[in-house]
């Protein structure tokens, strides 16, 4: 079995920035991505930023620019450093990941347990 922790969620002011991670922890043979979704209150689960293994990375086409993911792969972690934050971006985000566990073959997605954000004055 694999786990995700998550931390670093919080509430911060309009403008403000906050930094997520995300460490993945397991039995764990390779990493094919590693991201970020988010979910508001009454909308769908979206995706944030995806980073695969060695590749250029994914984002929201309304998060450029304001959101960087990165990743520190001996760490098998996964971070996703937030700036200029709005109300808008007010959710449950979520850790995300793709991975082959020690003794299988075929790729796993696993889920963190999601750390809350909240952007209010």
């Known amino acids: 079995q694999v786990q995700l922790v998550e931390s670093g969620g919080g509430s911060v002011q309009p403008g403000g920035s906050l930094r997520l991670s995300c460490a993945a922890d397991?039995?764990?043979?390779?990493?094919?991505?590693m991201g970020w979704y988010r979910q508001a209150p009454g909308k769908e689960r979206e995706l944030v930023a995806t980073k695969p293994t060695g590749g250029t990375p994914t984002y929201a086409d309304s998060l450029k620019g304001r959101f960087t993911i990165s990743r520190d792969n001996a760490k098998k972690t996964v971070y996703l450093q937030m700036n200029n934050l709005k109300p808008e971006d007010t959710a449950v985000y979520y850790c995300?990941?793709?991975?082959?566990?020690?003794?299988?073959?075929?790729?796993?997605?696993?889920w963190g347990q999601g750390t809350q954000v909240t952007v209010s004055s």
């Open positions: 995300h990941t793709e991975l082959i566990e020690y003794g299988n073959v075929w790729y796993s997605n696993y």
């Open positions: 397991g039995e764990i043979r390779s990493i094919k991505f």
